[in-house]
């Protein structure tokens, strides 16, 4: 070859390098600034302990740059849907987050309905007397349509975190056998693991026990993950003191409204631990969960057993679920008081 053209070959070769280096350098760039945000719809049967889980993700997406909130799916559950869906445009009016779609879904469990335990209250949010003006109406799509369009939108995105009974999961799943696996993560907050301690079904388990069972079915380790109400009570329970002087001293029009929502259930309980934050908080802030466990997991739908769950823990290959099975307890409280006091600390600091 003549010099020339080596000096031709290796000055183009440099400039293709540097040309590559440039678009490198900048693709990193944008998406540390601008990072994609990952999605989250949360499924509710609010429900005062859905209305925390609900302000934490609101919170966190605001003050962390946390996943962002596209929307919330209504179920049958701590109250009739009518109160839930009602319920779910006062939580978003108050964190002043009403661009936030409801959409409206299962009435009742696929075979049979519980009724109401009015634990939260008969209105499903501590039953107080205020006259509430200028909601935002829910969507005309129904929430099991919804979620299978938003997962067909954001295919491979979207978190979907259910709090309440299984019932529009499921449902969505029969529509749309492809529904699950378009997902990024399915987290359920229900069922219990450790059936010595909990010879009870637990609550949003029970609800709809057949849901449950369906869901299982179609369920895979990669794609769902379960937190067990056992799992809240073993880690994450803490003293009334607590919530109601630590906690439920943060002075915001969010803490107050949730401490009203509390306000007929803390009484009630020995201790405070509530599931549905918690299955948020591991969502959106994995650091707090100190082991996972994979299981063959399911439900018990006959005789006295039903609604009880069946748990293994097996290889990731044998397991159809992953569980999340220990989160710090000390890391959590701290996560608590430091997402629902950060507006405090904006509007000091600023
Ligand atoms: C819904 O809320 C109203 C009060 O707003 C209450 O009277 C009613 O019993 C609730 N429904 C159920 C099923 O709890
Ligand atoms: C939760 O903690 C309280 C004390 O704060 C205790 O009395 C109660 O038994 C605990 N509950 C469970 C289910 O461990």
């Known amino acids: 070859m003549e010099k020339r053209t080596i000096f031709k070959y ?113 209105d499903g949010l501590g039953d107080v007397d205020e006259v509430i003006t200028d909601l935002v109406p ?18 491979g995105e979207l978190t979907v975190v259910t709090i309440g009974a299984l019932t529009n999961v499921a449902l969505a799943i029969k529509v749309d056998p492809g529904f699950l696996n378009r997902l990024a993560h399915l987290y359920i907050g229900a069922g219990h693991i450790n059936g010595d301690n909990h010879p009870e079904p637990e609550f949003n388990a029970h609800v709809d026990v057949e849901a449950y069972h369906i869901v299982m079915q179609s369920a895979t380790p990669d794609k769902v993950s379960v937190f067990p109400f056992s799992q809240t009570y073993a880690f994450l329970n803490f003293t009334k003191e607590w919530r109601l002087d630590v906690l439920g001293a943060i002075d915001t029009d969010i803490m107050r409204a949730q ?39 399911d439900i018990i739908l006959c005789g006295d057993k039903r609604g009880i769950n069946t748990n293994e823990f097996v290889e990731q290959d044998k397991a ?26 904006t509007k000091s600091g600023s």
């Open 10 to 122: 290796i000055s183009v070769t440099i400039c293709v390098l540097i040309v590559i280096a440039v678009i490198v350098v900048v693709v990193v760039y944008t998406r540390k600034v601008y990072p994609e945000r990952s999605k989250l719809l949360i499924d509710n049967d609010a429900g005062g302990d859905d209305a925390m889980a609900i302000f934490l993700a609101l919170l966190y997406e605001k003050y962390f740059d946390g996943p962002q909130l596209i929307a919330l799916t209504t179920g049958n559950g701590n109250t009739n849907e009518d109160n839930v869906s009602r319920n779910n445009q006062r939580i978003l009016k108050v964190a002043q987050r009403q661009d936030v779609p409801i959409y409206r879904g299962s009435k009742s469990s696929i075979v049979f309905t519980p009724e109401s335990t009015n634990y939260f209250g008969k």
């Open 138 to 155: 829910p969507q005309q799509q129904n929430a099991v349509d919804a979620l299978i369009s938003l997962s067909k939108k954001y295919e």
């Open 259 to 297: 401490n009203q929502y509390e306000r007929i259930a803390i009484p009630q309980e020995d201790g405070w631990a509530a599931l549905d934050p918690s299955v948020v908080a591991a969502v959106i802030n994995p650091n707090l969960v100190e082991e996972y466990k994979y299981s063959k997991y």
């Open 320 to 345: 159809n679920v992953r569980i999340v099975y220990k989160v710090n307890s000390e890391e959590y409280k701290q996560f608590l008081l430091d997402v629902f006091s950060a507006e405090l600390k």
